[in-house]
């Protein structure tokens, strides 16, 4: 099993900037393909960016391409997502997500077996 907490989410102005970390425990050898995700109320869970931990692929949402920056610390089995000019549609609850398993589409919420309970992003404009 794995357990994933995320943490760093708050309230801020557009244009500001938020780090998340997302810390992996438990069985982490399940994790090599992990994920972010976001919900906004009314919507559908969508994939942010993706990072298969192995070779470093990263994968972004064509939304946040150019402001957010998924990486990885691989020693503290940490996951973050830098975000930086933060607009209003960006306000959502934001998912980590990871799994073992290679292939399928990383945007997928059902391509994950492990999910952590979420961390809320507002951005005000």
């Known amino acids: 099993q794995v357990q994933l907490v995320e943490s760093g989410g708050g309230s801020v102005q557009a244009g500001g900037s938020l780090r998340l970390s997302c810390a992996a425990s438990g069985y982490t050898y399940d994790t090599y393909y992990m994920g972010w995700f976001r919900q906004a109320p009314g919507k559908e869970r969508e994939g942010v960016a993706a990072i298969w931990r192995n070779t470093r692929t990263t994968f972004y949402a064509d939304s946040v391409k150019g402001r957010f920056t998924i990486s990885q610390d691989n020693a503290k089995n940490t996951l973050y997502l830098q975000m930086n000019s933060l607009k209003p549609e960006d306000t959502a609850m934001y998912y980590c997500?990871?799994?073992?398993?290679?292939?399928?589409?990383?945007?997928?919420?059902?391509?994950?077996?492990?999910w952590g309970q979420g961390t809320q992003v507002t951005v005000s404009s």
């Open positions: 997500a990871a799994d073992s398993r290679y292939g399928g589409i990383w945007s997928s919420p059902t391509r994950y077996s492990y």
